[in-house]
């Protein structure tokens, strides 16, 4: 099959060449982000291959389907940015890949919970300039201190059980507590009393309407002064103002984040010779409490090879005439 494979890295074309062994499917790559001005290089292509910051509203998936398109595989578990009903009316097959590595993302964001805490972002930069003064770089033991897990799924869930074997309590909010949460002895509360509670907060529910900036100036307000932040999960679940202001005015700890709101026109390109083209990007990152990486939080090898195998699993499934396994479900309005 004839796959468009958008916002193409050199990672994505040699684990997804690597999965097609059989060469079963022609990858045609473009780096380009997929666009209204660039849904057009998918025509003649029964198959569009995408990630987390191409458009895929409306106008992109009529173009897409006009010019022969029939599959969607998504090279990541959210799908916030796929208009998904107009698709399915459409005709089109809406895949993802719900779980390549939830370790992956778990991992990472504790990688950002110890560098922040421990400062080692500041304390290497330091080193490296022969500079060996500690003042400044004191973080705090993670044993006996309260983490709260916004939303206790699959990354969720190994998130906590890290943060357990630190010696941390686990505090968890999640509308719909799932049972592999629940054995691991997190303790579910509200978001109010976890805000209220915890040291270390961490993002872990998917971008949806009622999660748009579920951390914002009244939240932040009800979290212990001095907490650290983290956010793996989607930008948009943070009001990057507010954040900003709880950061200046010291009332949040620190903040560690893969993820930005406004992400699509910057993440996954190289700004470095004309400077970042985002001013609130900009003074966020300037701040030493912040910690900030362009969402790689799924960039293991193992998930990118998970990822490129159940890409090519719905390719193949599509071709036979089947439904691809991960196939997405209309949204209820
Ligand atoms: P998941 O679907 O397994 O779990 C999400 C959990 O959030 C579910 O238990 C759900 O009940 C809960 N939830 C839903 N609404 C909620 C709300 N209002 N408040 C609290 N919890 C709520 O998803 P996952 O695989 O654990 O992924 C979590 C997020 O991580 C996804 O949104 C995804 O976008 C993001 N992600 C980021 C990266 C990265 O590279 N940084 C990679 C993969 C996934």
Redesign the pocket.
């Known amino acids: 099959m004839k796959v468009a494979v958008y916002s193409t890295r050199s990672y994505d074309r040699s684990h997804l060449q690597a999965a097609n062994a059989s060469a079963a499917h022609e990858f045609h790559w473009f780096e380009a982000r997929l666009s209204v001005e660039t849904a057009s290089l998918a025509h003649g292509c029964a198959a569009v291959c995408a990630f ?1 910051n191409d458009r895929l509203d409306a106008p992109v998936l009529t173009a897409l389907a006009n010019g022969g398109v029939r599959l969607i595989v998504l090279r ?3 799908y ?1 940015h796929v208009d998904l009903n107009t698709a399915i009316s459409l005709g089109l097959v809406v895949a993802n890949v ?3 590595s ?1 370790h ?2 778990a991992e ?1 964001a504790v990688a950002l919970l110890l560098t922040l805490n421990r400062r080692t972002h500041l304390a290497h930069d330091r080193v490296r300039r022969g500079d060996f003064t500690l003042d400044g770089l004191q973080g705090f033991d993670l044993h006996g201190k309260t983490a709260g897990l ?8 190994i998130t906590g059980r890290i943060l357990q074997g630190f010696g941390c309590r686990v505090l968890a ?6 049972a592999e ?1 629940i054995a691991a002895g997190f303790e579910f509360v509200g ?1 109010e009393a976890l805000l209220a509670g915890a040291d270390i907060v961490s993002l ?5 309407p ?2 748009r900036h ?1 951390i914002n100036a009244a939240a932040l307000a009800r979290m212990k002064p001095g907490a650290l932040l983290i956010n ?3 930008g948009a679940l943070i009001d990057t103002h507010a954040v900003i202001t709880a950061l200046e005015k010291d009332r949040l700890g620190g903040l560690g984040i ?2 930005y709101e406004h992400e699509a026109t910057l993440f996954f390109e190289d700004h470095s010779a004309t400077g970042i083209p985002d001013a609130v990007f900009a003074r966020l990152i300037s701040l030493p409490n912040v910690v900030a990486t362009a ?5 293991t090898h193992e998930a990118l090879g998970n990822i490129a195998s159940a890409v090519i699993d719905s390719l193949d499934a599509h071709a036979a005439g089947r439904l691809p396994a991960f196939a997405l479900r209309r949204l209820s309005p």
């Open positions: 987390v990541c578990a959210g916030n719900p779980a390549y939830p992956a993302v990472h916004v939303g206790t799924g699959r990354i969720g869930v909010y999640d509308p719909v507590p799932p949460a978001l872990h529910c998917p971008l949806v009622a999660t579920i793996t999960s989607r893969d993820v969402h790689q939080g799924f960039l």
